[in-house]
T-cell receptor, first 111, second 113 residues
Framework: EAQVTQNPRYLITVTGKKLTVTCSQNMNHEYMSWYRQDPGLGLRQIYYSMNVEVTDKGDVPEGYKVSRKEKRNFPLILESPSPNQTSLYFC??????????FGSGTQLSVL | SQKIEQNSEALNIQEGKTATLTCNYTNYSPAYLQWYRQDPGRGPVFLLLIRENEKEKRKERLKVTFDTTLKQSLFHITASQPADSATYLCALDSSGGSYIPTFGRGTSLIVHP
C-alpha cells in the first residue's frame, strides 16, 4: 500500500532534549516536505527536499534540521526543542506535478 | 507578496444542499491547483487537481472550477452529507519552476442533518 509513515504519533518532551521525528515513503517520490500546523495558521512549510542530498528551507525553518541521505527517508530533527515548537507536524511526499501524500501526523508537546 | 485566501469563517449548511468553498490567490502564476480534505488531528487527503488550462473538473459529488483571470477556484460539494464535515484546503503550485505547493489556511465545512 502506498503510504507515508511518520513516527511517533505523539511525543512529549522537555526543553532542550534533542529529538527526531522519522518519515518514510514507499512510492519512490522525489519531493518530500515537512509542515507544522497550528490553530489559525494553517500548514506552514518547514523544510523540503527535491531529491537525495538536496534540501531547502521553507517558511519556518528556524530551530529545525533535516537530512535526505536516502530517497525514502526524510527525518526532522529538533536539536534543542523549545515550547514554541509545540505543534502538529506532517510529513508529505509526491512526484512533481502530482498530488501530495501526507503522513498521519506527529503531535509534539515541548514542556 | 504571494497570498492564498480561503474564508476563515466556518460554512454551515443543511444536509442535501450544495456547499461552495472559495480559494482566491494573488501574485501567483499557478501551474495547477489542488483541493484537500482534512479531519481534526489527521493528515490532509487529496481530493482533486485542476490545471491552469482546465476550467472545470468533476469527481462524483465534487466539482472544482479554476478561473485564472479572476484568480479564483471554487470547490463544490453537491448533495452534502454530515460526513462531508471537515476542513478543506486549497494548494497552489506555481509555474515559476520550483513547483513547491503552498496551502491556504482552509475553510471548515459543517453539514447539519
Amino acid at each position: 500500500e502506498a503510504q507515508v509513515t511518520q513516527n511517533p504519533r505523539y511525543l512529549i518532551t522537555v526543553t532542550g532534549k534533542k529529538l527526531t521525528v522519522t518519515c518514510s515513503q514507499n512510492m519512490n517520490h522525489e519531493y518530500m516536505s515537512w509542515y507544522r500546523q497550528d490553530p489559525g495558521l494553517g500548514l506552514r512549510q518547514i523544510y523540503y527536499s527535491m531529491n537525495v542530498e538536496v534540501t531547502d528551507k521553507g517558511d519556518v525553518p528556524e530551530g529545525y534540521k533535516v537530512s535526505r541521505k536516502e530517497k525514502r527517508n526524510f527525518p526532522l530533527i529538533l536539536e534543542s526543542p523549545s515550547p514554541n515548537q509545540t505543534s502538529l507536524y506532517f510529513c508529505a511526499s509526491r512526484n512533481i506535478g502530482e498530488k501530495l501524500f501526507f503522513g498521519s501526523g506527529t503531535q509534539l508537546s515541548v514542556l | 507578496s504571494q497570498k492564498i485566501e480561503q474564508n476563515s469563517e466556518a460554512l454551515n449548511i443543511q444536509e442535501g444542499k450544495t456547499a461552495t468553498l472559495t480559494c482566491n490567490y494573488t501574485n501567483y502564476s499557478p501551474a495547477y491547483l489542488q483541493w484537500y480534505r482534512q479531519d481534526p488531528g489527521r493528515g490532509p487527503v487529496f481530493l482533486l487537481l485542476i490545471r491552469e488550462n482546465e476550467k472545470e473538473k468533476r469527481k462524483e459529488r465534487l466539482k472544482v472550477t479554476f478561473d485564472t483571470t479572476l484568480k479564483q477556484s471554487l470547490f463544490h460539494i453537491t448533495a452534502s452529507q454530515p460526513a462531508d464535515s471537515a476542513t478543506y484546503l486549497c494548494a497552489l503550485d506555481s509555474s515559476g519552476g520550483s513547483y513547491i505547493p503552498t496551502f491556504g489556511r482552509g475553510t471548515s465545512l459543517i453539514v447539519h442533518p
